[in-house]
């Protein structure tokens, strides 16, 4: 069946450490893959896209890879700080239909 | 940016009463809107692709009678819960394709049915 998986339901980093956040795909042939911020209450927010023929991409403290044979995509914040608090969501594109599927999200605490 | 304005941010309603959500694109015209519902600790479940003009594609076990979505201009969007149950509490969130791989969704909707 197909599945999308987050490492952990939550994780707790010390402020100023990176923290790194774990996404698995099993049967899914993803076009590109997203990650999105989460805030209690409140709708996803659009961070990093990453194409399938892409291994890395950067935007100031955040970096995403992906691994397409290993079906894949770390997502690291380095020099967290207590506002990066979220729910950060991985979602898949498959292209084809514009539908986009999410997985169920880690929840990262960072600790003063 | 593009922005998509969902209403209302929360809603309480009697079981058996029907509740419409809007979601309007605020400065830019959205072909294709997608609805979401998210149970607590759970992940966005795609309901439904609404596309203007057009009856909207519901995924498997949603039921179209139940959730109905209305499309009818490029920057409005409406899911009406019909005879809504205390089972259908939830939040309940659109988004909406705003470039070849951008998507940009609105705040969500916080139904509670009693």
């Known amino acids: 069946s197909q599945k999308i998986e987050q490492n952990s339901e939550a994780l707790n980093i010390q402020e100023g450490k990176t923290a790194t956040l774990t996404c698995n795909y099993t049967n899914y042939s993803p076009a590109y893959l997203q990650w999105y911020r989460q805030d209690p209450g409140r709708g996803p927010v659009f961070l990093l896209l990453?194409?399938?023929?892409?291994k890395e991409k950067r935007k100031e403290r955040l970096k995403v890879t992906f691994d397409t044979t290993l079906k894949q995509s770390l997502f690291h914040i380095t020099a967290s700080q207590p506002a990066d608090s979220a729910t950060y969501l991985c979602?898949?594109?498959?292209?084809?239909?514009?539908?986009?599927?999410f997985g169920k999200g880690t929840r990262l605490h960072i600790l003063p | 940016g593009a922005v998509v304005s969902q209403h209302p941010s929360w809603v309480i309603c009697k079981s058996g009463t029907s509740v419409k959500i809007e979601c309007r694109s605020l400065?830019?015209?959205?072909?294709?809107m997608f609805w979401y519902r998210q149970f607590p600790k759970q992940s966005l479940m795609l309901m439904a692709t609404?596309?203007?003009?057009?009856?909207?594609?519901?995924e498997q076990g949603v039921e179209k009678d139940k959730f109905l979505i209305n499309h009818a201009s490029l920057t409005l969007s409406t899911l009406t819960v019909t005879s809504a149950h205390p089972e259908d509490s939830s939040f309940y969130i659109c988004?909406?394709?705003?470039?070849?791989?951008?998507?940009?969704f609105g705040s969500g909707t916080r139904l509670t049915v009693v």
């Open positions: 988004s909406a394709k705003v470039s070849n791989y951008g998507y940009t």
């Open positions: 990453i194409r399938e023929n892409e």
């Open positions: 400065d830019f015209q959205a072909t294709t």
């Open positions: 979602a898949l594109s498959m292209n084809r239909d514009d539908k986009i599927i």
């Open positions: 609404s596309n203007e003009g057009s009856k909207a594609t519901y």
